[in-house]
């Protein structure tokens, strides 16, 4: 096949790590991918809940096969009802390690729906991202009716989200497509989505931190509650790979924390840096974590740093990108500022996804407090971002003055060189007035 020419819209050179074999039309291929990819997922699930049973084989296998379905609903975004408690907290690890599997299955199905590599376009991407949604969607749909074991539109709804992401992903990477900026759009909006990247990196690791030293420091409480349970060792291993399907909404919820908003674990309690109310917890291990109800120490406040220098990380990318000799300081703060507002509002709606129930009565309204996040955060992060255009702004490069040489300052300037051919010129009508007058 001839190499084709390099397009604009092509950011990178589609993987032909697999050659492109059509076995099928890309849309009848895409629904055999989306349909392993459901199956893939619930087997995922099956695995633990397997290996659970396995440790109590009293229970029947039917509600081990059903508990995966629950699981496997639930981190696709639909309530679901395990031993009569109504959870709807999205496992956000399985949910990741569930579209993981399905890009890649998506990517392969591409690869058997075409004969060459297609001309990579936005219609193509987005027909195949539809077909994805589409598709997943009702296969989550059909299994929550089916088993009648969660919301059947939440399923659909949360099946189509995840649907259309994952899709998207692939076939934009399967043929090398990406968004490509108009010419008019300033550099500093170009470079929006790596500064949110930038401070949201920063705040994730500090959230992380939080959490470690927070299970570092009160492990003794960790342990009881584990030994409370008494799982015995398969059932000691089961309940910590449960946990961590949970672990990224700990770090959201730490980055809430870390913003001053703080978290609730149920009705009446509080976790934030300014004070602690504890309520009814959830007997889970993990949440001995939990400080003691109180006052914190002020030096918790050392913690509000953390949002800050994501802010500065922000708004140092977009201003960076922005520099010019002319650049105003107004300017500066400008952009810095906005790419630290805009980093804080995203880092808003994660939690705002991070966010859900353990019950029905007291352990409701898990997460984040969305209503003082959505001011804590775009403020400190707007903050530093201001910082650091201002500091950017500063720190642009300026235009030398054009200075002569001293030795040429006291010299009259030179006189431009004989032209022959303009004097004759200019002699000719005088001549021709000379010749009248003689006559």
Excluded at 130 to 151: H, K
Excluded at 291 to 311: I, N, Y
Aim: proline share 7%; net charge positive.
């Amino acid at each position: 096949m001839a190499q084709r020419q390099p397009r604009r819209h092509r950011h990178a050179a589609p993987d032909r790590a697999i050659p492109w074999r059509r076995l099928a039309p890309w849309p009848i291929a895409v629904v055999i991918g989306v349909l392993a990819w459901a199956l893939a997922g619930w087997l995922v699930c099956a695995a633990f809940c397997l290996v659970g049973w396995l440790s109590d084989i009293s229970q029947s296998l039917s509600d081990s096969l059903s508990l995966a379905a629950s699981l496997f609903l639930l981190a696709n975004g639909s309530r679901v009802v395990i031993a009569g408690i109504s959870i709807s907290i999205m496992p956000l690890l399985l949910t990741l390690a569930i579209m993981g599997t399905g890009y890649g299955l998506i990517r392969v199905a591409l690869r058997h729906g075409f004969d060459e590599d297609p001309e990579a376009s936005g219609l193509l991407v987005a027909g195949v991202a539809g077909v994805v949604a589409i598709v997943y969607g009702a296969a989550t749909a059909t299994l929550a009716g089916s088993m009648q074991i969660g919301d059947i539109g939440e399923s659909l709804t949360g099946g189509v989200t995840i649907g259309l992401i994952t899709g998207w992903l692939a076939a934009a990477r399967s043929f090398g497509w990406h968004f490509g900026w108009p010419r008019q759009v300033p550099e500093w909006v170009r470079a929006l989505p790596r500064a949110c990247g930038a401070g949201l990196g920063i705040l994730v690791a500090g959230g992380t931190l939080v959490i470690c030293l927070a299970l570092l420091l009160d492990r003794s409480q960790v342990q009881d509650l584990q030994n409370s349970l008494s799982p015995g060792l398969l059932g000691t291993s089961l309940l910590a790979a449960m946990q961590a399907f949970w672990a990224p909404n700990l770090v959201i919820w730490g980055i809430s924390w870390l913003v001053g908003a703080g978290f609730s674990l149920g009705v009446g309690t509080v976790v934030s840096p300014f004070v602690v109310q504890l309520g009814v917890l959830p007997s889970v291990p993990m949440f001995g974590a939990v400080p003691a109800a109180g006052m914190p120490s002020q030096t918790m406040l050392v913690w509000s740093a953390v949002p800050v220098v994501a802010g500065v990380a922000a708004g140092w990318v977009a201003a960076r990108s922005q520099v010019s000799t002319d650049m105003r300081l107004e300017t500066g703060a400008g952009i810095g500022g906005g790419a630290g507002v805009l980093t804080g509002l995203a880092a808003t709606v994660v939690a705002a996804i991070s966010r859900g129930n353990l019950g029905t009565v007291e352990l409701t309204g898990l997460g984040p407090l969305i209503g003082t996040m959505v001011l804590l955060a775009p403020v400190l992060l707007g903050l530093g971002g201001l910082a650091a255009g201002l500091v950017v702004a500063l720190g642009r490069p300026k235009v030398a003055p054009r200075v002569l040489p001293v030795d040429t300052l006291d010299k009259p300037a030179p006189k431009p060189p004989p032209q022959p051919w303009k004097d004759a010129l200019h002699e000719y009508p005088s001549r021709f007035d000379q010749l009248l007058r003689q006559n």
